[in-house]
Structures are given as structure tokens and as C-alpha cells.
């Protein structure tokens, strides 16, 4: 049986993808790794064949045409075979230590025939020349080595929420809600933790550090020039989100207190960039952002505009231009600014 299928997107991989598959091979016959090549150009392909040969029992080396970052997460989901399915970015890894951890967690739930439909964990900001490294962990929200259901969750604060690096989802859960990301668009890692939201009934919160997220790349989705300059997918994603469900209709108020929380830091960065690129376009492009979710959700937009962020943006003032220190130094801790 294999209790997690580990999901690898490569797109021109080849300098430090083995560092991601080398840390989740110490799962041995308990993982499954999917190497999928996403149409890369250097020698991505030729690594994961490599490990696939050697490893025939673990590794699946899977090629395809480019479609981007969502849609490599959408094939390695259509070929997992494990009880849980996690997603680690090829530049990223595993601890070990922890990955045991999370092994002996599932393999309980399966042994007690209570699959639980979201397991968390900690990540840790592994930025380049960073001594200190960040940890974000939920001890202070969520409850610990124990199944929980979403109104026993605590208030999260700005900079702790979940985000693919601390989630694991049971692979049925992603199959039956019928998850499928967005082609050709960066920063859908957002849509793989907000839509599959509702259909969550049961969670577990394991306090270790699991995934190590890298951030140090110049090329990287999250160095805020780039950001910038793909503002368009940004504003792509946030309105995906905002038409995803109408809020009102979850059950679960702390859930439901979640989702909007989680749209207004998706305004926020959308909003911060289109700033940001002091470009006359994108503010009129900020606007229509926000005019698009008063026309799709009125009640959310007046609890996010005049509510969540009343007191730290100046989203529509008449330069269009004010933001405070305090909601610009929560989107980049959020979205990780080199």
C-alpha cells in the first residue's frame, strides 16, 4: 500500500530537483514519488528515469507537454495511488524526521479506518542567507494529535495560513470534489488550498517542521519583480477564488470566517501589486478587481474593504496609492518576497 503519493512538478529542473527526490525517498515502499516532467528542455527527464530505474517500486517518471505548474499537479493527482497525495515543489524538500512522523500518523488513520480529509503541518522559510530560519505553525489555532472538525479551529493570525506547503489532502477527497487546476497560470497554489475548503469535514494538525520551503532563486514565481510583471495571473487566480462559492452558503462559521479572511489577502497582494507596478493600467485594473467582487458578493466585500483591511489599506483613496507598512509587510511574508 502506499499511504502518500508525493506529487514533483519539473519544468527545467535538472540543478536541484534531485534534493526533493532524495529527501521523500527515505519513505521507501511507503511513498509514492511522481516525477512530472512538465515539458522541460534540459536533462529533467532523463534524472527522473533515472530514478525511476532504480527506485521501480516508488518512482514513476511521468512526461508530458507543458501546461505549467497546475496542470503538473493535475496530472500527478490523475496518476496517484496513495491513501494521501502531497504536492513538493522541485526546488523544495522534506525533513526526514518528520516525514516519519506523518507516515506513522497516516498509516493510523488507515489502520483505524478513520481517513481524516486534511492533515497539517509546519513549513519552514528556507531563504538564502537567512541564519534564523522562519517556522510557521499552528499550535496556537489548531488543535494537536487529534481529529478535529472546522469549528473547533482557533483565529489564525495574518501571516500563519495554510498554504500547499503545510497541506496534505486524502487523494479520494481531491478526486471526488474534482479539483483541476488552471493551465498556463502561476500562483494557482492558492486555488489548491481554498477550493477543496468546503468539502473538508475532518483535520489533523501534526506540529512538525515537514516542508522546507526555498525561496532564493532569481527566476523564482515569488521574487516580487516577477510578481509584478505576471500581475495579470495573479488577478486571474483572486477572481477564480472570489467566484468559487458564494460564502454565505458554508456551513461552518469559523470555516466561513476562514475563506473571507483568506480572499482579503488575496486582495491585498493583488491590490499591492497593481500598486507596486506604478503603472496606470493596473490601478484601473485594481479597481475592477474590486468592483468585481461587490458585483459577486456584496456582503464579502464590505466585510473585507470596510472590515478585515477598514484599518491597515487605503485601498480607494484618491491617489489609489496608500498602503500602510502593516499590510505591505503581511503580503510579503505571505507570499514570500526575495
Not at 529542473?13 to 534540459?42: C, H, P, T, W
Not at 493570525?157 to 506547503?165: A, E, K, N, S, V
Not at 501534526?206 to 526555498?214: A, C, E, I, P, S
Amino acid at each position: 500500500m502506499k499511504y502518500i503519493s508525493f506529487a514533483i512538478p519539473c519544468y527545467n529542473s535538472e540543478a536541484y530537483m534531485e534534493k526533493a527526490i532524495r529527501s521523500i525517498l527515505v519513505g521507501g515502499e511507503d511513498v509514492e514519488i511522481l516525477i512530472v516532467n512538465d515539458g522541460s528542455k534540459d536533462g529533467t527527464q532523463e534524472i527522473a528515469e533515472r530514478y525511476e530505474a532504480q527506485y521501480p517500486t516508488i518512482v514513476k517518471a511521468i512526461q508530458k507537454e507543458n501546461g505549467g505548474h497546475g496542470d503538473a499537479v493535475n496530472c500527478g493527482l490523475s496518476h496517484a495511488s496513495g491513501k494521501y497525495f502531497k504536492v513538493v515543489d522541485s526546488d523544495d524538500w522534506v525533513d526526514e524526521n518528520a516525514l516519519f512522523q506523518l507516515l506513522d500518523t497516516v498509516k493510523k488513520f488507515v489502520e483505524q479506518d478513520t481517513l481524516v480529509d486534511m492533515v497539517i503541518s509546519n513549513y519552514v522559510y528556507e531563504k538564502v542567507g537567512m541564519e534564523h530560519k522562519k517556522v510557521i505553525r499552528y499550535d496556537n489555532v489548531l488543535p494537536e494529535n487529534k481529529i478535529f472538525r472546522w469549528d473547533d479551529i482557533g483565529h489564525f493570525r495574518l501571516d500563519q495560513y495554510i498554504l500547499m506547503h503545510s497541506v496534505l489532502y486524502r487523494t479520494e477527497l481531491l478526486k471526488l470534489c474534482q479539483l483541476k487546476l488552471p493551465k498556463h497560470t502561476f500562483y494557482v497554489d492558492n486555488i489548491y488550498v481554498y477550493y477543496p475548503l468546503p468539502h473538508v469535514r475532518t483535520l489533523y494538525y501534526l506540529n512538525v517542521d515537514f516542508y522546507r520551503y526555498f525561496i532564493g532563486r532569481e527566476d523564482q514565481s515569488v521574487n516580487e519583480k516577477i510578481m509584478i510583471g505576471r500581475i495579470d495571473q495573479q488577478l486571474f487566480v483572486t477572481k477564480m477564488m472570489i467566484s468559487m462559492y458564494s460564502l454565505r452558503m458554508v456551513e461552518s462559521k469559523k470555516l466561513r470566517k476562514y475563506m473571507i479572511n483568506y480572499l482579503a489577502i488575496m486582495m491585498t497582494v493583488s491590490s499591492i501589486l497593481c500598486i507596486r507596478s506604478k503603472k496606470p493600467d493596473n490601478l484601473i485594473k485594481k479597481k475592477e478587481l474590486w468592483n468585481f467582487l461587490k458585483r459577486k458578493d456584496y456582503k464579502t466585500y464590505v466585510k473585507i474593504r470596510y472590515g478585515i483591511l477598514g484599518q491597515t489599506m487605503n485601498l480607494p483613496g484618491r491617489s489609489g496609492r496608500k498602503v500602510s507598512s502593516l499590510a505591505y509587510s503581511v503580503a510579503r511574508r505571505l507570499i514570500g518576497f526575495n
